[in-house]
């Protein structure tokens, strides 16, 4: 298991900008594929987008275009860099590090409101 805590939610108003980080307790970070989700009351908890140890990314369609995810592998650290805030974007975000093989592990979440 890796430990994971992710920083950077807050308060933002609609159209804004704001930057998660999550930093990752592993010697072989390097190898993980990173990705970020996030998580509404009631809602399950969806994939925003990942990146590979080779630094490949993915996007959901809802933030195509406004977010980008990014990696420091000297830092053991993992970035979403979010833009053009809109309200249906507030929600729990949460770090995650999937291995190659076993359960991926999980932060403790961060809120991101957005809301004038």
């Known amino acids: 298991q890796v430990q994971l805590v992710e920083s950077g939610g807050g308060l933002v108003q609609p159209g804004g900008s704001l930057r998660l980080s999550c930093a990752a307790s592993?010697?072989?970070?390097?190898?993980?594929?990173m990705a970020w989700y996030r998580q509404t009351p009631g809602k399950q908890r969806e994939m925003v987008a990942t990146?590979?140890?080779?630094?490949?990314?993915n996007y959901a369609d809802f933030v195509k275009g406004r977010f980008t995810i990014s990696r420091d592998n000297a830092k053991n650290m993992v970035y979403l860099q979010m833009s053009s805030l809109q309200p249906e974007d507030t929600a729990v975000y949460y770090c995650?590090?999937?291995?190659?093989?076993?359960?991926?592990?999980w932060g403790q979440g961060t809120q991101v409101t957005v809301a004038a």
């Open positions: 592993t010697r072989f970070f390097s190898i993980y594929t």
């Open positions: 990146i590979t140890n080779t630094g490949s990314t």
């Open positions: 995650c590090a999937k291995p190659v093989i076993g359960n991926p592990s």
